[in-house]
Protein backbone atom coordinates (compact mmCIF):
# COMPACT_ATOMS: atom_id res chain seq x y z
CA UNK A 1 0.00 0.00 0.00
CA UNK A 2 2.86 2.50 0.74
CA UNK A 3 4.23 1.32 -2.35
CA UNK A 4 1.08 2.83 -3.86
CA UNK A 5 1.42 6.35 -2.52
CA UNK A 6 5.19 6.51 -3.05
CA UNK A 7 4.19 5.66 -6.86
CA UNK A 8 1.42 8.74 -6.85
CA UNK A 9 3.33 10.86 -5.23
CA UNK A 10 6.30 10.81 -7.74
CA UNK A 11 3.68 10.99 -10.36
CA UNK A 12 1.88 13.92 -9.23
CA UNK A 13 5.48 15.25 -9.00
CA UNK A 14 6.32 14.06 -12.88
CA UNK A 15 3.44 15.93 -13.74
CA UNK A 16 5.10 19.53 -13.34
CA UNK A 17 6.95 18.62 -16.57
CA UNK A 18 10.25 19.80 -15.29
CA UNK A 19 12.61 17.12 -15.05
CA UNK A 20 14.84 19.15 -12.09
CA UNK A 21 11.75 19.00 -9.71
CA UNK A 22 11.31 15.21 -10.47
CA UNK A 23 15.25 14.43 -9.52
CA UNK A 24 15.61 16.84 -7.00
CA UNK A 25 12.13 15.20 -5.02
CA UNK A 26 13.75 11.57 -5.71
CA UNK A 27 16.77 12.65 -3.85
CA UNK A 28 14.50 13.65 -0.29
CA UNK A 29 14.46 11.04 1.59
CA UNK A 30 10.83 9.50 2.56
CA UNK A 31 10.71 9.10 6.52
CA UNK A 32 8.83 7.20 8.38
CA UNK A 33 5.36 8.02 6.34
CA UNK A 34 3.51 8.10 9.75
CA UNK A 35 0.48 9.93 8.17
CA UNK A 36 -0.25 7.74 5.17
CA UNK A 37 0.50 4.84 7.26
CA UNK A 38 -2.44 6.49 9.27
CA UNK A 39 -4.38 6.93 6.54
CA UNK A 40 -3.67 3.04 5.55
CA UNK A 41 -4.98 1.58 9.00
CA UNK A 42 -8.12 3.84 9.29
CA UNK A 43 -9.41 3.85 6.07
CA UNK A 44 -8.05 0.29 4.82
CA UNK A 45 -10.76 -0.77 1.98
CA UNK A 46 -11.14 2.34 0.44
CA UNK A 47 -9.84 3.08 -3.30
CA UNK A 48 -8.59 6.21 -2.49
CA UNK A 49 -6.82 5.96 0.45
CA UNK A 50 -3.54 5.76 -1.75
CA UNK A 51 -4.20 8.95 -3.09
CA UNK A 52 -4.82 10.91 0.31
CA UNK A 53 -2.00 9.46 1.63
CA UNK A 54 0.03 10.94 -1.00
CA UNK A 55 -1.95 13.96 -0.70
CA UNK A 56 -1.15 14.47 3.13
CA UNK A 57 2.76 13.27 2.46
CA UNK A 58 3.43 15.66 -0.37
CA UNK A 59 1.86 18.30 1.90
CA UNK A 60 4.34 17.27 5.21
CA UNK A 61 7.70 17.23 2.85
CA UNK A 62 6.45 20.77 1.89
CA UNK A 63 6.55 21.77 5.32
CA UNK A 64 9.73 20.12 5.70
CA UNK A 65 11.30 21.55 3.42
CA UNK A 66 10.09 25.32 3.85
CA UNK A 67 10.75 24.50 7.61
CA UNK A 68 14.86 23.68 7.16
CA UNK A 69 14.97 26.74 5.24
CA UNK A 70 13.36 29.06 8.45
CA UNK A 71 15.77 26.85 10.93
CA UNK A 72 18.91 26.96 8.58
CA UNK A 73 18.92 23.08 9.05
CA UNK A 74 21.91 21.62 7.50
CA UNK A 75 20.74 18.19 7.90
CA UNK A 76 17.25 16.40 7.08
CA UNK A 77 16.80 12.78 7.75
CA UNK A 78 20.37 12.32 7.72
CA UNK A 79 21.30 13.64 4.45
CA UNK A 80 21.92 17.31 3.36
CA UNK A 81 18.82 19.47 3.12
CA UNK A 82 17.81 20.57 -0.06
CA UNK A 83 18.32 24.21 1.30
CA UNK A 84 22.17 23.13 2.31
CA UNK A 85 22.63 21.73 -1.14
CA UNK A 86 20.53 23.52 -3.51
CA UNK A 87 19.77 26.69 -1.52
CA UNK A 88 16.87 28.50 -0.09
CA UNK A 89 15.27 29.75 -3.25
CA UNK A 90 15.03 26.10 -4.38
CA UNK A 91 14.32 24.60 -1.39
CA UNK A 92 11.16 27.11 -1.32
CA UNK A 93 9.33 26.93 -4.67
CA UNK A 94 10.16 22.66 -4.36
CA UNK A 95 8.08 23.26 -1.15
CA UNK A 96 5.77 25.20 -3.19
CA UNK A 97 5.39 22.68 -5.95
CA UNK A 98 4.75 19.65 -3.75
CA UNK A 99 1.94 21.61 -1.63
CA UNK A 100 0.25 22.91 -4.53
CA UNK A 101 0.44 19.46 -6.26
CA UNK A 102 -1.09 18.43 -3.22
CA UNK A 103 -3.46 20.89 -2.74
CA UNK A 104 -5.08 20.73 -6.39
CA UNK A 105 -5.42 16.77 -5.94
CA UNK A 106 -8.07 17.50 -2.77
CA UNK A 107 -10.57 17.98 -5.92
CA UNK A 108 -10.96 14.24 -6.09
CA UNK A 109 -12.52 14.64 -2.49
CA UNK A 110 -15.90 15.39 -0.78
CA UNK A 111 -15.73 18.84 0.26
CA UNK A 112 -15.05 18.21 3.93
CA UNK A 113 -12.25 16.05 3.52
CA UNK A 114 -11.00 18.83 1.14
CA UNK A 115 -11.99 21.63 3.72
CA UNK A 116 -10.27 19.04 6.65
CA UNK A 117 -6.69 18.96 5.24
CA UNK A 118 -7.00 22.66 3.95
CA UNK A 119 -7.41 23.88 7.01
CA UNK A 120 -4.61 21.64 8.30
CA UNK A 121 -2.13 23.20 6.70
CA UNK A 122 -3.44 26.97 7.44
CA UNK A 123 -2.68 25.53 10.73
CA UNK A 124 0.35 24.13 10.65
CA UNK A 125 1.24 27.60 9.15
CA UNK A 126 -0.19 29.31 12.06
CA UNK A 127 2.15 26.86 14.07
CA UNK A 128 5.28 27.41 12.67
CA UNK A 129 5.21 31.20 13.01
CA UNK A 130 4.26 30.57 16.72
CA UNK A 131 7.41 28.61 16.69
CA UNK A 132 9.84 31.03 15.35
CA UNK A 133 8.19 33.50 17.42
CA UNK A 134 8.58 32.00 20.40
CA UNK A 135 12.34 30.74 19.79
CA UNK A 136 13.20 34.27 20.10
CA UNK A 137 13.91 34.39 23.75
CA UNK A 138 13.77 31.97 26.54
CA UNK A 139 10.15 30.49 27.44
CA UNK A 140 8.80 28.65 30.28
CA UNK A 141 5.38 28.19 29.79
CA UNK A 142 4.53 24.29 29.35
CA UNK A 143 1.09 25.08 27.96
CA UNK A 144 1.96 27.55 25.22
CA UNK A 145 4.49 25.18 24.00
CA UNK A 146 1.73 22.42 23.70
CA UNK A 147 -0.40 24.86 22.14
CA UNK A 148 2.35 25.77 19.85
CA UNK A 149 3.18 21.78 19.05
CA UNK A 150 -0.88 21.30 18.69
CA UNK A 151 -1.23 24.00 15.67
CA UNK A 152 2.56 22.53 14.13
CA UNK A 153 2.53 19.25 14.44
CA UNK A 154 -0.60 17.96 15.62
CA UNK A 155 -2.89 19.56 13.51
CA UNK A 156 -2.12 17.63 10.11
CA UNK A 157 -1.69 14.12 11.90
CA UNK A 158 -5.67 15.07 13.38
CA UNK A 159 -6.60 16.40 9.41
CA UNK A 160 -4.85 13.09 8.45
CA UNK A 161 -6.86 10.73 10.85
CA UNK A 162 -10.11 12.49 10.18
CA UNK A 163 -10.17 12.60 6.94
CA UNK A 164 -9.49 8.69 6.22
CA UNK A 165 -12.39 8.45 8.80
CA UNK A 166 -14.82 10.67 6.49
CA UNK A 167 -13.54 8.51 3.74
CA UNK A 168 -14.55 5.24 5.11
CA UNK A 169 -17.51 6.19 6.91
CA UNK A 170 -16.04 6.27 10.66
CA UNK A 171 -16.98 8.19 13.77
CA UNK A 172 -14.77 11.75 12.36
CA UNK A 173 -14.55 13.34 15.89
CA UNK A 174 -12.91 10.29 17.35
CA UNK A 175 -10.69 9.70 14.94
CA UNK A 176 -9.74 13.46 15.08
CA UNK A 177 -8.92 13.20 18.96
CA UNK A 178 -6.45 10.29 18.18
CA UNK A 179 -4.48 11.90 15.66
CA UNK A 180 -4.46 15.10 17.66
CA UNK A 181 -3.15 13.15 20.87
CA UNK A 182 -0.87 11.05 19.04
CA UNK A 183 0.47 13.84 17.14
CA UNK A 184 1.04 15.93 20.24
CA UNK A 185 2.53 13.08 21.96
CA UNK A 186 4.95 12.33 18.54
CA UNK A 187 6.10 15.82 18.56
CA UNK A 188 6.99 15.25 23.04
CA UNK A 189 9.51 12.24 22.15
CA UNK A 190 10.73 13.87 19.22
CA UNK A 191 11.72 16.61 21.61
CA UNK A 192 12.86 14.14 23.82
CA UNK A 193 15.06 12.05 21.45
CA UNK A 194 16.63 15.55 21.03
CA UNK A 195 18.04 15.30 24.48
CA UNK A 196 19.04 11.83 24.40
CA UNK A 197 20.21 10.86 21.35
CA UNK A 198 23.11 11.26 19.11
CA UNK A 199 24.02 13.04 15.86
CA UNK A 200 24.40 9.24 14.02
CA UNK A 201 20.81 8.24 15.26
CA UNK A 202 18.89 11.76 15.03
CA UNK A 203 20.18 12.77 11.56
CA UNK A 204 21.19 16.32 13.03
CA UNK A 205 23.30 17.29 16.32
CA UNK A 206 22.20 16.70 19.51
CA UNK A 207 20.71 19.32 21.64
CA UNK A 208 19.96 21.20 18.15
CA UNK A 209 16.83 22.12 19.46
CA UNK A 210 17.79 24.49 22.05
CA UNK A 211 20.54 26.05 20.25
CA UNK A 212 17.75 27.09 17.99
CA UNK A 213 15.95 28.16 20.46
CA UNK A 214 12.99 25.96 20.88
CA UNK A 215 12.50 25.40 24.66
CA UNK A 216 10.91 22.02 24.28
CA UNK A 217 9.29 20.66 26.90
CA UNK A 218 11.90 18.89 28.71
CA UNK A 219 13.73 22.56 29.29
CA UNK A 220 10.74 24.18 30.82
CA UNK A 221 10.20 21.28 33.04
CA UNK A 222 14.26 21.58 34.31
CA UNK A 223 13.66 25.59 34.18
CA UNK A 224 11.46 25.64 36.78
CA UNK A 225 13.01 22.92 38.73
CA UNK A 226 16.26 24.64 38.92
CA UNK A 227 17.82 26.95 42.02
CA UNK A 228 17.89 30.55 40.72
CA UNK A 229 21.73 30.90 39.75
CA UNK A 230 21.48 27.46 37.59
CA UNK A 231 18.22 29.06 36.32
CA UNK A 232 20.08 32.23 35.06
CA UNK A 233 23.14 29.60 33.44
CA UNK A 234 20.13 27.85 31.21
CA UNK A 235 18.57 30.64 30.51
CA UNK A 236 22.26 32.48 29.65
CA UNK A 237 22.47 28.96 26.89
CA UNK A 238 19.43 29.33 25.57
CA UNK A 239 19.65 29.95 21.68
CA UNK A 240 23.97 29.77 21.57
CA UNK A 241 26.44 27.04 20.15
CA UNK A 242 26.91 24.80 23.42
CA UNK A 243 30.52 23.95 24.31
CA UNK A 244 30.63 19.55 25.26
CA UNK A 245 30.47 20.94 29.08
CA UNK A 246 27.30 22.77 28.97
CA UNK A 247 25.86 20.08 27.19
CA UNK A 248 26.91 17.97 29.82
CA UNK A 249 25.56 20.48 32.57
CA UNK A 250 21.89 20.18 31.19
CA UNK A 251 21.77 16.77 30.72
CA UNK A 252 23.44 15.93 34.26
CA UNK A 253 20.17 18.49 35.23
CA UNK A 254 17.93 16.74 33.39
CA UNK A 255 19.03 13.29 34.85
CA UNK A 256 19.10 14.90 38.48
CA UNK A 257 15.52 16.15 38.07
CA UNK A 258 13.79 13.79 36.31
CA UNK A 259 12.84 16.19 32.86
CA UNK A 260 13.04 13.18 30.44
CA UNK A 261 10.80 11.05 32.35
CA UNK A 262 8.43 13.83 33.33
CA UNK A 263 7.82 14.75 29.29
CA UNK A 264 7.70 11.09 28.80
CA UNK A 265 5.03 10.34 31.28
CA UNK A 266 2.86 13.68 29.44
CA UNK A 267 3.58 11.24 25.97
CA UNK A 268 2.92 8.69 27.58
CA UNK A 269 -0.82 10.10 29.32
CA UNK A 270 -1.46 11.77 25.28
CA UNK A 271 -1.17 8.09 24.18
CA UNK A 272 -3.23 6.39 26.05
CA UNK A 273 -5.76 9.32 25.79
CA UNK A 274 -5.23 8.73 21.96
CA UNK A 275 -5.98 4.70 22.23
CA UNK A 276 -9.07 5.35 24.45
CA UNK A 277 -10.51 7.03 21.71
CA UNK A 278 -10.90 4.58 19.31
CA UNK A 279 -11.18 0.76 19.53
CA UNK A 280 -8.79 -0.13 17.04
CA UNK A 281 -5.31 -2.69 17.99
CA UNK A 282 -3.67 -1.87 14.57
CA UNK A 283 -4.06 1.84 15.70
CA UNK A 284 -3.15 1.13 19.23
CA UNK A 285 0.22 -0.91 17.27
CA UNK A 286 1.01 2.46 15.49
CA UNK A 287 1.20 4.66 19.11
CA UNK A 288 3.47 2.07 20.79
CA UNK A 289 5.68 1.92 17.98
CA UNK A 290 5.90 5.80 17.88
CA UNK A 291 6.43 5.80 21.75
CA UNK A 292 9.46 3.13 21.35
CA UNK A 293 11.25 4.64 18.66
CA UNK A 294 14.40 6.26 18.37
CA UNK A 295 14.72 8.10 15.79
C1 LIG B 1 9.15 20.80 11.94
O1 LIG B 1 9.38 21.35 13.19
C2 LIG B 1 8.11 21.60 11.22
C3 LIG B 1 6.79 21.30 11.07
C4 LIG B 1 6.24 20.05 11.63
C5 LIG B 1 5.82 22.19 10.36
C6 LIG B 1 6.40 23.22 9.44
C7 LIG B 1 5.33 24.05 8.79
C8 LIG B 1 5.54 25.04 7.91
C9 LIG B 1 6.91 25.44 7.47
C10 LIG B 1 4.36 25.75 7.35
C11 LIG B 1 4.32 25.73 5.83
C12 LIG B 1 3.55 24.61 5.33
C13 LIG B 1 3.51 24.18 4.01
C14 LIG B 1 2.63 23.08 3.63
C15 LIG B 1 4.34 24.76 2.91
P1 LIG B 1 10.78 21.28 13.92
O2 LIG B 1 11.69 22.30 13.33
O3 LIG B 1 10.52 21.38 15.37
O4 LIG B 1 11.27 19.81 13.62
P2 LIG B 1 12.56 19.27 12.89
O5 LIG B 1 13.55 19.02 13.98
O6 LIG B 1 12.10 18.00 12.21
O7 LIG B 1 13.03 20.29 11.92
MG1 LIG C 1 13.15 22.31 11.99
Redesign the pocket.
Known sequence: MLERVETIMKQLVDEVGYSEVSKLFNTLSGGKRLRAKLIFKIASTHKDAPLLGAIVEL?HA???L???V??D?ALRRGKASVNATEGSKTAIML?DIL?SKGFSSLVAFDKEIAQTIANS?TA??K??MM?VAMAESFNDDAQSYLEMLYF??ATLIEAAAKSAALLEGKDADSYALYGKNLGLSFQIIDDILDIVSDEATLG?PALNDYVEG?CTLPYIYLYHDLQDSDKQKLKSLHKKSLSEDDSLWIKSKMKKHKSIERSFSLARKLSDEAVSCVDDIELKEIIETMMKRTF
Do not use: F
Open positions: IASLHDDIDAGYVLSGEDKTKK
